[in-house]
């Protein structure tokens, strides 16, 4: 079982960057793919980005593309989220995830641990 604890979440202006860390323990996290999802109030929680086990291959969801970069140390047992020019809509908790497969992918459904999820707030 891999444990996850995501940090840096808060309270950015519109335009302003955050980046999200999520610790990893427990099973050997360099061999699985990691992702990042989200959910806003009153929504559906949704795929914003994953990375296979190496960090080779990252896919983006399109509202994020060209905004938000995902990275990982595997070393350090860490899978990282930049987030920059941040918008309000952007607001959400966001939840990492383990996929216990190499590949990546954007499907909830396919990961089988997540993270305790941190708050980010864009304020206009």
């Known amino acids: 079982q891999v444990q996850l604890v995501e940090s840096g979440g808060g309270l950015v202006q519109a335009g302003g960057s955050l980046r999200l860390s999520c610790a990893a323990s427990?099973?050997?996290?360099?061999?699985?793919?990691m992702g990042w999802f989200r959910q806003a109030p009153g929504k559906e929680r949704e795929f914003v980005s994953t990375i296979n086990f190496s960090g080779s291959s990252t896919y983006y969801a399109d509202s994020v593309k060209g905004r938000f970069t995902i990275s990982r140390d595997n070393a350090k047992n860490t899978v990282y989220l930049q987030m920059n020019s941040l918008k309000p809509e952007d607001t959400a908790v966001y939840y990492c995830?383990?996929?216990?497969?190499?590949?990546?992918?954007?499907?909830?459904?396919?990961?089988?641990?997540w993270g305790q999820g941190i708050q980010v707030t864009v304020s206009s």
């Open positions: 427990g099973r050997t996290f360099s061999s699985y793919a």
């Open positions: 995830a383990v996929r216990y497969k190499a590949g990546p992918s954007s499907s909830i459904v396919d990961y089988n641990y």
